[in-house]
């Protein structure tokens, strides 16, 4: 699309396949995208394609064909070469689109040399990006919640951006390109003019949904659990009440009407102030079952999120503890959920943070679909003005073992979803290189044990180095050290050892050491004369480790075996207090920060040498983004340490200046 950065889809990527001899066989409207994509790519590079349903005497060099074993799904294909000819069948249209960009992604490699039949289906059913996009402008919170990177894709001035469909349907490509299957279009706080969108505004979804339609895009919206009242008229939303259930049956039915393939429902609720079942003495599976059964005719689902606390909390209270929370609500409801109800479980027990441990829930209902959240957005990883590739810590989270033996991406039955990063800026994500985080996240979701530096690689080489080039090599080699160790680089100069926050208040951007310390929110870190950090242990805190399986709870009850980088989430010690390297907590700020800030000007550095190798305008954006990138991690390093010298009257070892 003219103007817009082709992301991980440039047109070099399509050439292997541009210069051959396609068939395709089958039919059906996403059989139809690839013959699209097929034919656009010969006609740019010179091959042929045919649409046919037997053989014609043609020797072709590619067949895509609609056929195969049933066993592999909607969505799995099959790969093999032989004599010399690449074969990818599919039971489902579906399977023949992700195949086609399996063969993208392998490029030359899918016609150099025989292979034998390989299976590929994802391993979860649902991969889904949450886009927190406001219909109206919100006055605080702007067209995008936590959104960085321009407006809404899908909103503006108060409705579809039908201008920018053709957009929409190119944003459907790179998500299909990379596994990802469903968007909820609409904030998860639902705002007045939003909640519109399930009555009399449903056609806008459903121009929406015929954008993303033809790459096997579902739509899912946010509504608002008092959706009764506000749009109804009705004096409850009680999820019991036989009135209010009639007018979800009735309103759903209607969706479906308009969207036939709708996805279903999100929902927030009772949570930082939004309408829930608490207010009728119900519980979150009553409200689910409720919105379920109104879903479960048309095949729909409901994802009702676990981020309920207690938002207005007494910073004095040292015994409520916001980390316990969606354990304690959610875990005695265990298999009172209905089937197509799935609950929603952030990744970590707080929000989102640089570094936080797996949640506890996410291994104490076996009785219940999850589907585990994480954040594209980078709302507390430096708001796509730093780079932060977050391939690492999500891989470490699907590979934890949250119930002491299977591991987060084989117990999220109810799929994987993100936060997403996208909006209308030219280069998607605001920083160019903040779509290696969507990329990745869709490669994961399809795949949660894939080794995330492949997929690092994979995305530098579709992105950058589609046409190989004397170049490419150094090109790849920058920008992989520029990538691969981003995040754990962002987290030496922000927040230390997992006890996470420490941002300005409101909008999150920025190092700000007591910004929430006194607040209602529960996000502290009790640092004091004499050490930092939260006592969530049994023996002496708030008992959060209880939460945890036996080999978990053991392993982070105690300083002495807790992990150094999640110390002073689980623990309150001193700041003279050894870590398992041998430092000291204070001396591991002090030197942490100031290679945190190194890192950056490494990185940089490395950036400025790729100058003549990348295009212009995507250079000049990444290098504008490193430069307030340094002089944020020189502040968050001079302000995190300043403040820990005068708590602990500690002199940093190597005499380097504190402020």
């Known amino acids: 699309m003219q103007g817009v950065d082709p992301a991980w889809l440039p047109d070099g990527a399509f050439r292997p396949i541009g210069t051959r001899r396609t068939l395709i066989r089958g039919a059906g409207p996403l059989v139809d995208t690839v013959h699209g994509e097929v034919a656009q790519a010969c006609r740019r590079f010179g091959g042929r394609v045919v649409r046919a349903a037997g053989a014609d005497g043609t020797a072709y060099d590619l067949v895509l064909e609609l056929t195969g074993p049933e066993g592999l799904g909607s969505e799995g294909f099959t790969c093999r070469r032989e004599d010399g000819v690449t074969h990818v069948t599919a039971y489902g249209q579906a399977g023949l689109l992700y195949g086609l960009f399996h063969l993208v992604r392998l490029g030359e490699r899918a016609f150099s040399q025989d292979r034998q039949k390989q299976a590929h289906r994802p391993a979860l059913a649902l991969r889904m990006l949450d886009h927190w996009d406001n219909v109206a402008v919100h006055p605080v919170m702007g067209q995008v919640e936590r959104g960085y990177a321009g407006g809404s894709l899908f909103w503006a001035d108060g409705r579809a951006r039908g201008e920018l ?12 390109a990379c596994g990802i299957n469903a968007v909820a279009v609409n904030n998860v706080n639902v705002h007045e003019v939003e909640a519109r969108l399930l009555t009399n505004r449903i056609g806008e979804v459903a121009a929406v949904a015929d954008a993303l339609r033809p790459y096997g895009i579902r739509v899912h919206l946010s509504v608002t659990f008092a959706a009764p009242m506000v749009l109804g008229g009705l004096p409850t939303a009680d999820p019991l009440d036989e009135g209010v259930r009639d007018w979800w049956a009735e309103s759903t039915s209607r969706v479906y009407e308009a969207i036939p393939d709708f996805g279903g429902y999100v929902v927030k609720a009772d949570s930082e102030g939004q309408p829930g079942p608490f207010a009728y003495g119900r519980s979150h599976a009553d409200g689910a079952n409720m919105l379920a059964a109104a879903l479960q005719p048309f095949g729909g689902t409901v994802h009702w999120r676990a981020f309920v606390y207690d938002h207005r909390q007494d910073w004095r209270d040292r015994t409520t503890d916001r980390a316990r929370a969606a354990y304690d609500h959610f875990v005695p409801l265990d298999g009172q959920f209905a089937g197509n109800a799935v609950l929603q479980v952030k990744h970590g027990p707080m929000d989102f943070q640089v570094r936080e441990p797996v949640s506890p829930l996410i291994g104490a209902m076996p009785r219940t679909r999850l589907a585990v959240e994480v954040q594209a957005t980078q709302e507390y990883t430096g708001q796509q003005r730093h780079v932060c590739w977050l391939g690492p810590m999500w891989s470490e989270v699907l590979r934890f073992r949250a119930d002491g033996e299977s591991a987060v991406g084989e117990l999220a039955r109810g799929g994987l979803v993100a936060v997403s990063n996208v909006g209308d800026d030219p280069f998607w994500t605001g920083h160019p290189l903040a779509q290696a985080n969507l990329y990745t996240f869709g490669r994961l979701a399809w795949q949660p044990d894939a080794n995330p530096y492949g997929l690092l690689d994979e995305w530098i080489r579709l992105t950058f180095t589609p046409t190989r080039s004397e170049e490419s090599a150094r090109l790849e080699a920058g920008l992989y050290a520029v990538l691969a160790q981003s995040w754990r680089t962002y987290e030496k100069y922000t927040a230390p050892l997992g006890v996470g926050w420490m941002v300005q208040p409101g909008h999150h951007y920025g190092p700000s050491v007591d910004g929430y310390e006194y607040s209602p929110w529960g996000t502290y870190h009790f640092a004091d004369r004499d050490g930092i950090g939260v006592d969530r242990s049994v023996a002496t805190g708030t008992g959060y480790t209880g939460q ?57 550095a490395v950036w400025a040498s790729l100058a003549g190798l990348v295009d212009p305008a995507r250079h000049a954006r990444v290098a504008e983004r490193f430069e307030e990138q340094l002089r944020s991690a020189r502040e968050w390093r001079d302000q995190v340490n300043s403040y820990f010298f005068r708590k602990s009257g500690v002199p940093d070892a190597h005499g380097r200046r504190i402020y």
Do not use: N
Request: hydrophobic share 35%; charged share 25%; aromatic share 12%.
């Open 165 to 176: 469909l053709g957009r929409v349907r190119a944003y459907g490509r790179l998500l299909a």
């Open 548 to 604: 945890y399986a036996k080999r978990w709870a053991e392993l982070y009850e105690s300083p002495a075996t807790c992990p150094d980088e999640l110390l002073l989430f689980f623990h309150h010690v001193s700041y003279d207090h050894v870590l398992h390297s041998g430092k000291t907590v204070i001396q591991h700020m002090y030197d942490t920060h100031c290679e945190g800030v190194e890192e950056v000007e490494e990185a940089r």
